[in-house]
């Protein structure tokens, strides 16, 4: 009957087998695993029994490889070669965690973070895609849409955005746009709204009616399936123009007061660090070709 490979016993015993027939030597392999060469013959004899083959002729003080072993031994040896490639690679690499919303991390953050990579290879980005409050419990690194405050030592300035209403492609809504039964859609709160609307002269009422909703894709995608008017933040909303899938209902941008920030959860971290300085080079190159004010 066939081992069952689910069974951690019939694993242990190819493991057993491994160093057995790597060294050709019951007692080397004893050595290695830090068992005693009885048990190893024991593990190999029950492996035996399970595949009904024999893999090893033993010998007076010797063993060795049948041909049934020696296309186990192929295998088991490929197998544990991967996996001391696999282990030394994590063990070398310095692991950086980096909580960011979807939002940014689509739009922006993604399309950039492989240049940081194969810049420094020895470092592996691990992101937390998360809505809200940063996982400064889990993350080294948090980018976080807040409103804009007063920054403290470890935030830094990322992004100042502007807001423009946007709507799906061909849709005409007219100048005064929120005259028309056309409902905005909001993101976690009608704030922005409320701020647009009154920076432009228009009745603050407007912001009143339409849908919450959490996550910043999901309210661009209802605006771009002709569910409502969203606000977009420039720059980042200009990805969707240019791919027609939005367009500006109304020309006035004004400065909003929300953007993103960086908030270094472990500043004492080398390699977190640098992360966050590439980040903030990156965000200054991105407002430099596309100034948000």
């Not at 951690?8 to 060294?23: D, M, N, Q, R, W």
């Not at 946007?166 to 005259?179: D, I, K, P």
């Amino acid at each position: 009957m066939l081992p069952d490979p689910k069974d951690p016993t019939y694993l242990g015993a190819l493991i057993y087998f491994h160093h057995a027939a790597k060294t050709m030597s019951f007692s080397k392999a004893a050595e290695a695993l830090n068992v005693t060469p009885s048990a190893v013959s024991h593990r190999i004899s029950a492996l035996e029994a399970a595949l009904e083959r024999r893999l090893f002729e033993r010998m007076v003080r010797k063993i060795h490889l049948t041909q049934d072993g020696i296309e186990l031994a192929r295998s088991t040896e490929t197998i544990w070669n991967e996996l001391q490639r696999a282990t030394s690679q994590i063990t070398m690499q310095h692991v950086v965690r980096v909580s960011v919303g979807p939002y940014l991390s689509s739009q922006w953050l993604l399309p950039r973070i492989g240049e940081f990579e194969i810049a420094h290879p020895d470092v592996r980005i691990d992101l937390i895609h998360r809505i809200g409050e940063p996982t400064s419990n889990l993350a080294d690194v948090s980018i976080v849409w807040m409103e804009t405050g007063t920054p403290d030592i470890f935030s830094i300035q990322l992004f100042g955005t502007k807001t423009i209403p946007v709507a799906a492609e061909r849709q005409s809504l007219g100048e005064n746009f929120w005259t028309g039964s056309m409902p905005p859609i909001h993101y976690r709160s009608r704030s922005t709204w409320y701020e647009w609307l009154l920076a432009a002269g228009a009745p603050t009422s407007f912001a009143d009616r339409g849908e919450v909703l959490d996550d910043p894709n999901i309210v661009l995608e209802a605006a771009a399936h002709r569910r409502g008017i969203a606000m977009g933040f420039l720059p980042f909303i200009k990805s969707f123009f240019e791919a027609g899938r939005l367009q500006p209902v109304d020309k006035r941008a004004f400065r909003s007061t929300w953007g993103y920030r960086l908030i270094q959860n472990s500043p004492d971290n080398a390699n977190s660090c640098m992360f966050a300085n590439w980040i903030s080079h990156q965000a200054n190159q991105t407002n430099n070709a596309s100034p948000a004010e």
